[in-house]
């Protein structure tokens, strides 16, 4: 079975749909889905899924591209991470693509995450975007390395990537690397230590090649993981089996 390490099924897009999400799960062999945190105020549409659905989990945070809550504070997060339903801080990191300016706010609501995820001891899901030299250096400035987690969507280069596993960290292919132009991102998947591996959708974005242009869900996270297959030679099974066991020890659940 298969895990959709990195979802948003709790946005609009699904609303009035999650019979047929979840059905669709099952008829493409995926077991389980993170729905994962994007900002505060809507914090409560993730957890209220994780809360009615066994196989679905949550994790809290605030997305760099979100402005608002610029002074949020560590108890903030604190208080969410204590729902055993939680398994994760995040997503948090640094996007320069989107935004501009002055981003010192960004980066230092980046520390505040890595901080409580370390008086929590649950691990990060981080986002970066144009900001791979930043996001790795509050990474070592802050210890992330004592908690782990994931560099989600991963678009990156194997440097980025190496340097992100050798402090811990698992690295996360989404539909992304089904594109075309994908080749130096396969490359990368190619190379990433098998304990170190996840796949996700993003959903209800970048959806994989052959569903390219619709809106991304979970049961799709079988189209990635097919790719990733085969870039690094070996059957779907095994690469099912790795990544879900990959999945268990980094969130520390049991997906049974």
Same mark, same amino acid.
Request: hydrophobic share 45%; proline share 5%.
């Given at each position: 079975?298969?895990?959709?390490?990195?979802?948003?099924?709790?946005? +609009?897009?699904?609303?009035?749909?999650?019979?047929?999400?979840?059905?669709?799960?099952? *008829?493409?062999?995926?077991?389980?889905?993170?729905?994962?945190?994007?900002?505060?105020?809507? !914090? #409560? %549409?993730?957890?209220? /899924?994780? *809360?009615?659905?066994?196989?679905?989990?949550?994790?809290?945070?605030?997305? +760099?591209?979100?402005?608002?809550?610029?002074?949020?504070?560590?108890?903030?997060?604190?208080?969410?991470?204590?729902?055993?339903?939680?398994?994760?801080?995040?997503?948090?990191? /640094?996007?320069?693509? %989107?935004?501009?300016?002055?981003?010192? !706010?960004?980066?230092?609501?980046? %520390?505040?995450?890595?901080?409580?995820?370390?008086?929590?001891?649950? #691990?990060?899901?981080?986002?970066?975007?144009?900001?791979?030299?930043?996001?790795?250096?509050?990474?070592?400035?802050?210890?992330?390395?004592?908690?782990?987690?994931?560099?989600?969507?991963?678009?990156?280069?194997?440097?980025?990537?190496?340097?992100?596993?050798?402090?811990?960290?698992?690295?996360?292919?989404?539909?992304?690397?089904? @594109?075309?132009?994908?080749?130096? /991102?396969?490359?990368?998947?190619? !190379?990433?230590?098998?304990?170190?591996? /996840?796949? *996700?959708?993003?959903?209800?974005? &970048?959806? +994989?090649?052959?569903?390219?242009?619709?809106? =991304?869900? +979970?049961? !799709?996270?079988?189209?990635?993981?097919?790719?990733?297959?085969?870039?690094?030679?070996?059957?779907?099974?095994?690469?099912?089996?790795?990544?879900?066991? =990959?999945?268990?020890?980094? @969130?520390?659940?049991? &997906?049974?």
């Amino acid at each position: 079975m298969l895990v959709d390490s990195h979802c948003h099924i709790d946005f +609009p897009d699904y609303d009035g749909k999650m019979d047929e999400l979840r059905l669709a799960m099952q *008829e493409n062999g995926v077991s389980h889905a993170l729905c994962v945190s994007v900002n505060l105020p809507d !914090w #409560p %549409r993730v957890m209220a /899924l994780a *809360e009615r659905y066994d196989n679905f989990f949550a994790s809290v945070g605030v997305h +760099p591209d979100h402005a608002e809550g610029e002074s949020l504070g560590e108890e903030a997060l604190l208080q969410r991470a204590a729902h055993p339903k939680v398994v994760a801080i995040g997503e948090t990191g /640094l996007d320069y693509f %989107r935004l501009t300016g002055d981003l010192d !706010w960004q980066r230092e609501r980046f %520390r505040t995450h890595i901080r409580a995820a370390k008086r929590c001891g649950k #691990p990060l899901i981080i986002h970066t975007r144009s900001a791979a030299e930043d996001t790795l250096r509050i990474m070592r400035e802050e210890g992330a390395e004592q908690v782990g987690g994931v560099m989600h969507c991963f678009t990156e280069s194997q440097e980025v990537a190496q340097a992100s596993v050798e402090m811990g960290f698992m690295i996360s292919f989404s539909g992304i690397v089904t @594109f075309r132009n994908a080749e130096p /991102l396969r490359q990368v998947a190619k !190379w990433v230590p098998a304990d170190s591996l /996840l796949v *996700e959708t993003d959903a209800p974005y &970048l959806a +994989p090649v052959p569903m390219r242009g619709k809106v =991304n869900q +979970p049961a !799709w996270v079988r189209h990635v993981a097919e790719c990733v297959a085969q870039v690094r030679g070996i059957a779907l099974p095994q690469l099912a089996a790795e990544t879900s066991a =990959n999945f268990a020890r980094l @969130f520390r659940v049991d &997906l049974q």
